[in-house]
């Protein structure tokens, strides 16, 4: 079992630049959440999807969009990206009416310039 | 002010040593998460505690409801301890977590 995957693993981005940065979770998993962790911060929710659908949603501008597949596995995209977009994006699993208990990928390094 | 608050934020300590991690919050929660992350960014879920206490090797976390508190604890440091250690809670009726800011850790050998 892979365990939580992400990719890339670092990308880099100009402002006002689109970005799409892809999830794949644990096998079993079907519940998906995306977090922003910013330089010396801790994560901060972004969104949470289940059955193809956005369930929750954090504090964060429509500029941050996600997608489910029907294989669980899931995308975070970003629009029009600024400066302050710069951050670790986690993604994590869980098991079907265990979202208590995530599991992490080892996250995506976004930098724009 | 945070709705997770950690402390110390930075931590030194020779090998071998007991190190103690404190988190404070002020939100109703259903549980609370122990969470180790590696430069790099991986992140590890340590414990999930709602009541009591939790030991798993040379870890031990603890939690009291009435106060908001939680601690971590690390007996016989080591040097692989170093890493950034965070307290998410779960608050009362949502999946959602809401992290502490970390504590960076670093043992000497």
């Known amino acids: 079992d892979a365990g939580v995957t992400q990719s890339p693993t670092h990308l880099i981005k100009t402002r006002g630049q689109q970005v799409t940065l892809r999830c794949s979770p644990k096998?079993?998993?079907?519940?998906v959440s995306w977090y922003q962790q910013a330089l010396g911060q801790g994560p901060q929710f972004i969104f949470q999807?289940?059955?193809?659908?956005?369930?929750q949603r954090g504090n964060f501008p429509d500029r941050f969009s996600g997608h489910q597949f029907p294989n669980y596995s899931s995308e975070l995209n970003v629009n029009a990206l600024l400066l302050g977009d710069s951050a670790l994006y986690l993604c994590?699993?869980?098991?079907?009416?265990?979202?208590?208990?995530?599991?992490f990928g080892p996250g995506t390094r976004l930098t724009v310039t | 002010k945070n709705e997770v608050e950690q402390s110390p934020q930075n931590l030194t300590a020779q090998e071998g040593e007991f190190i103690t991690i404190n988190c404070s919050y002020s939100?109703?929660?259903?549980?609370l998460h122990w969470l180790q992350q590696h430069p790099g960014g991986g992140i590890v879920s340590l414990f999930m505690?709602?009541?009591g206490k939790k030991k798993h090797g040379r870890l031990i976390a603890t939690i009291n409801i009435q106060e908001k508190h939680s601690s971590l604890h690390i007996t016989a440091s080591h040097p692989r301890d170093s890493a950034v250690y965070i307290c998410?809670?779960?608050?009362?009726?949502?999946?959602?977590?809401?992290f502490g800011t970390g504590t960076r850790l670093q043992v000497f050998p």
């Open positions: 994590a699993s869980s098991l079907p009416g265990k979202t208590y208990e995530q599991y």
């Open positions: 096998s079993g998993h079907d519940t």
């Open positions: 999807y289940y059955e193809e659908e956005e369930r």
């Open positions: 939100v109703g929660i259903s549980a």
């Open positions: 505690l709602s009541s």
């Open positions: 998410a809670v779960r608050t009362d009726n949502t999946d959602k977590l809401i």
